[in-house]
């Protein structure tokens, strides 16, 4: 109540100058946590050094330190630009229905059981962080109607740090993790990962990478997948499989989903989550997809309705572009052909830049054996450098990686080699 002979005007004024007179909603709101890598972005953002060096990124950078385009997919876009043939129109909520079964057959193959038996789904996303979160409001879903999935999720030990978010936002809270990457061995600690999966409680779902782990990018070999395959089956637990950045790790489609199809012809249900937007370089187009394998195609209606709710209550419909452009090419082999070519230059060059940096080290006498670089594939690589090192290469080398040590390989080119060299040498030869 305002006072006798006070005007609303005033009251409005008194309040913070707000002229409404009233505190904004999200006054009280909870500050969230900022997150390392954001703190890093800011940092980077703010350094004016015209030496400094961004190895943080997540896109694919070409020698000349710019996000590359493919010549196949730039070609591609001014075709589809031009076609009358094609009109503006949304998709239905499972997105452009031959851009499913394509993404479909490059992770499983042209001759999956599961698909010859009708009883796999596939549904568009926007972008691969939105096929993880249609994956984990489907657990949720059956979680709801179902007793036997309890929870938890186990992620690896280290990964993405915007995975376990994705499930909470979900309404999965319970988030495990289980050992992964060895900082000392400077690679995959297979025992350790296995003890935590048979402590698993029984319908656990399990998040692997199928290829290009993140942030490691050291992935499991064929006979380790088939080890943790069978420990799946026995153990009843639910895998949810990472496929970020098909055929960038090995340069090859089939071997980089192998884990998949292997999974699938075990006859193991599983869920799926694929991405598009690096391997055609669709950064502003992001193009996802989500599958979901299933034992018998007697449930596929009842996924797909379930699915279809979740869809129309996240974003409805994808958007068309991107998957359009994907489409064309995997559904044509010339193009298909002429498309993995420039994709194996560019893993030929993450793989040189590897071992060339390798070599650089081992010419500088940096302490530690760095075999591991060499080991790992993708785009991204985790170096074994610890939080003091990293700290050091961005303030006083103004190097920049991600805070766990992971940079993205992509990022170095003829003009910074021998400065990221030299300065990763000084990070662990300096006394701090």
Same mark, same amino acid.
């Given at each position: 109540?305002?006072?006798?002979?006070?005007?609303?005007?005033?009251?409005g004024?008194?309040?913070?100058g707000?002229?409404?007179?009233?505190?904004?909603?999200?006054t009280?709101?909870?500050n969230?946590a900022?997150?390392p890598?954001?703190?890093?972005?800011?940092?980077?953002?703010?350094?004016?050094q015209?030496?400094?060096?961004?190895?943080?990124?997540?896109?694919?950078?070409?020698?000349?330190?710019?996000?590359?385009?493919?010549?196949?997919?730039?070609?591609?876009k001014?075709?589809?630009?031009?076609?009358?043939t094609?009109?503006?129109?949304?998709?239905?909520?499972?997105? &452009?229905?031959?851009?499913?079964?394509?993404?479909?057959k490059?992770?499983?193959?042209?001759?999956?059981?599961?698909?010859?038996?009708?009883? &796999?789904?596939?549904?568009?996303?926007?972008?691969?962080?939105?096929?993880?979160?249609?994956?984990?409001?489907?657990?949720?879903?059956?979680?709801?109607?179902?007793?036997?999935?309890?929870?938890?999720?186990y992620?690896s030990?280290?990964?993405?740090?915007?995975?376990a978010?994705i499930?909470?936002a979900?309404?999965?809270?319970?988030?495990?993790e289980?050992?992964?990457?060895?900082?000392?061995?400077?690679?995959?600690?297979?025992?350790r990962?296995?003890?935590?999966?048979?402590?698993?409680p029984?319908?656990?779902?399990?998040?692997?990478?199928?290829?290009?782990?993140?942030?490691?990018?050291?992935?499991?070999?064929?006979?380790?997948?088939?080890?943790i395959?069978?420990?799946i089956?026995?153990?009843?637990?639910?895998?949810?499989?990472?496929?970020?950045?098909?055929?960038?790790c090995?340069?090859?489609?089939?071997?980089?989903?192998?884990? &998949?199809?292997y999974?699938?012809?075990?006859?193991?249900?599983?869920?799926?989550?694929?991405?598009?937007s690096?391997c055609?370089?669709?950064?502003?187009?992001?193009?996802?997809?989500?599958?979901?394998?299933?034992?018998?195609?007697?449930?596929?209606?009842?996924?797909?309705?379930?699915?279809?709710?979740?869809?129309?209550?996240?974003?409805?419909?994808?958007?068309?572009?991107?998957?359009?452009?994907?489409?064309?090419v995997?559904?044509?082999?010339?193009?298909?052909?002429?498309?993995?070519?420039?994709?194996?230059?560019?893993v030929?060059?993450?793989?040189?830049?590897?071992?060339?940096?390798?070599?650089?080290?081992?010419?500088?006498?940096?302490?530690?054996?760095?075999?591991?670089?060499?080991q790992?594939?993708?785009?991204?690589?985790?170096?074994?450098?610890?939080g003091?090192?990293?700290?050091f290469?961005?303030?006083?080398?103004?190097?920049?990686?991600?805070?766990?040590?992971?940079?993205? &390989?992509?990022?170095?080119?003829?003009r910074?080699?021998?400065?990221i060299?030299?300065?990763?040498?000084?990070?662990?030869?300096?006394?701090?």
């Amino acid at each position: 109540m305002s006072r006798p002979g006070s005007s609303p005007h005033e009251k409005g004024v008194r309040q913070n100058g707000d002229p409404g007179g009233h505190l904004s909603v999200f006054t009280n709101t909870i500050n969230a946590a900022v997150s390392p890598e954001t703190r890093l972005l800011s940092a980077l953002a703010k350094d004016t050094q015209a030496r400094k060096v961004d190895l943080a990124g997540r896109e694919y950078y070409s020698e000349e330190g710019r996000t590359f385009e493919l010549r196949l997919v730039g070609k591609i876009k001014q075709q589809l630009s031009a076609d009358p043939t094609l009109h503006p129109e949304y998709p239905s909520s499972f997105g &452009v229905r031959e851009f499913t079964r394509q993404a479909t057959k490059v992770a499983l193959g042209k001759h999956s059981r599961a698909i010859v038996e009708n009883r &796999v789904l596939g549904v568009q996303t926007p972008g691969f962080t939105a096929a993880v979160r249609l994956g984990a409001e489907l657990l949720r879903c059956w979680h709801d109607v179902s007793a036997d999935w309890c929870g938890p999720i186990y992620l690896s030990s280290p990964c993405d740090d915007s995975l376990a978010g994705i499930f909470q936002a979900a309404g999965i809270q319970e988030i495990c993790e289980y050992h992964y990457w060895d900082d000392k061995k400077r690679g995959i600690c297979l025992e350790r990962l296995l003890e935590d999966l048979e402590r698993a409680p029984e319908h656990s779902v399990v998040v692997l990478s199928a290829s290009a782990h993140y942030p490691t990018g050291a992935d499991l070999s064929q006979s380790q997948w088939a080890v943790i395959t069978r420990l799946i089956m026995r153990r009843r637990l639910f895998p949810f499989l990472l496929l970020p950045t098909q055929v960038l790790c090995c340069g090859d489609l089939e071997r980089d989903a192998w884990a &998949v199809q292997y999974c699938a012809s075990q006859g193991v249900e599983l869920l799926c989550a694929q991405s598009f937007s690096h391997c055609f370089g669709l950064y502003g187009e992001a193009v996802g997809h989500l599958l979901c394998i299933l034992k018998q195609n007697s449930i596929l209606l009842s996924v797909q309705s379930h699915a279809d709710k979740i869809v129309r209550s996240l974003w409805a419909r994808p958007s068309v572009g991107g998957a359009h452009i994907v489409t064309t090419v995997l559904s044509n082999s010339a193009h298909l052909v002429e498309w993995q070519g420039e994709v194996k230059h560019i893993v030929e060059r993450c793989m040189l830049i590897r071992a060339i940096l390798r070599e650089k080290l081992r010419l500088l006498g940096t302490p530690g054996c760095w075999n591991h670089l060499t080991q790992q594939g993708g785009l991204f690589c985790h170096t074994g450098l610890n939080g003091e090192q990293v700290e050091f290469l961005s303030n006083r080398r103004h190097v920049y990686l991600l805070p766990g040590g992971c940079l993205n &390989v992509s990022a170095i080119n003829g003009r910074n080699l021998d400065y990221i060299a030299e300065s990763i040498h000084l990070a662990l030869t300096t006394t701090l």
